[in-house]
């Protein structure tokens, strides 16, 4: 959101830091620290239009005396973390990105689980290729409407794709005679990975296909609507691929590690029933890293030069560069 009046210095240099700050990744990385902090889940419904009321007061210039910078951000936190930036829609609880982690850490830890069967691992790709895609839906760019059969065959593909991949690769590991059992265990814990990566790509392309058939708003620096551009949907759909490949690394690459290195200590040897709480908390550890690092890699308005877009588009501005919402 783009807060268009100032209400005193201090605001001035926070406002315009935070715009800045957009530009680095470690200026990114501290904004989607805020958007996904859990705590928003907990904002009732009065505390919400409270927030929004008081954004617009603002926009609008007629703040009532006596508000504070610290409120003004508090309110814009809460807006950006609860409401979808091009609907202004409540994003369903377990969908939004400050409910990722939470909703999704279960998910990871069933993933990770060792001696999985062939049901259990199409279980748990099933929830976890069934999550993202809602958390795909819920976050797209949605300056254009998406008809549900694109929804149902992007779900479909994604969670084809991930029940595929692992179930094939555990067969592999299973038929791989020069693996001792301890070995193929440890390398059984690698293949969530893979699948993940895979499907999520796979997930982020379909479920968000439409865009790439309709074209996405482009605006300039002012806000105003230039046009819809097939060129920039495409950028926007690279962009979230790229965080959907990133974002399982740590999650589902670093548990496995540190695992296989706590399991050998003598205090869970001696009480083995703390495993899953221990599995757990390293999951949650590695998945509140992995989450902002990977939604930090690009700017959720992303900027692009005219000359790359349409002829339409370039004919259409006096703006060297435009900007778009790539989706979270």
Not at 43 to 53: D, F, G, S
Not at 81 to 98: G, Q, V
Request: include cysteine; aromatic fraction near 8%.
């Amino acid at each position: 959101m783009v807060l268009s009046h100032m209400s005193g210095p201090l605001f001035v240099e926070q406002f315009t830091f935070a715009n800045n700050a957009e530009t680095s990744f470690y200026g990114r990385f501290r904004h989607f620290l805020d958007i996904i902090d859990p705590r928003t889940l907990f904002v009732t419904e009065r505390r919400l239009r409270e927030a929004v009321q008081l954004l617009e007061d603002y926009k609008h210039g007629t703040l009532r005396p006596g508000v504070t910078n610290e409120q003004l951000w508090s309110a814009q936190k809460i807006k950006q973390a609860i409401l979808h930036p091009d609907t202004n829609e409540k994003i369903f609880m377990p969908f939004r990105m400050s409910g990722y982690i939470p909703f999704g850490t279960p998910i990871v830890v069933g993933l990770l689980l060792p001696n999985q069967t062939l049901a259990s691992t199409v279980f748990w790709q099933w929830l976890n290729q069934s999550h993202n895609a809602c958390v795909n839906y819920a976050n797209r760019n949605a300056t254009k409407p998406s008809p549900a059969s694109k929804f149902i065959q992007g779900y479909l593909g994604a969670v084809i794709s991930a029940v595929s991949i692992a179930v094939g690769l555990n067969v592999l590991v299973q038929k791989a005679n020069k693996f001792t059992p301890a070995t193929r265990l440890l390398v059984q814990r690698f293949v969530p990975f893979p699948a993940v990566a895979s499907a999520n790509i796979c997930n982020v392309v379909l479920m968000r296909y439409g865009e790439l058939e309709e074209g996405i708003d482009v605006l300039d620096g002012d806000g105003n609507l230039v046009g819809s551009s097939k060129i920039a949907a495409r950028h926007a759909l690279l962009e979230t691929a790229l965080t959907r490949v990133v974002l399982p690394m740590p999650i589902l690459v670093l548990p496995p590690i540190v695992m296989s290195m706590l399991e050998k200590t003598a205090l869970l040897q001696a009480r083995p029933r703390l495993l899953l709480p221990v599995q757990s908390l390293v999951c949650l550890a590695a998945f509140g890293l992995a989450l902002p690092l990977a939604i930090s890699l690009f700017p959720q308005m992303s900027e692009i030069e005219t000359s790359q877009l349409e002829p339409e588009i370039a004919r259409a501005t006096s703006s060297r560069t435009v900007v778009y919402n790539k989706g979270l």
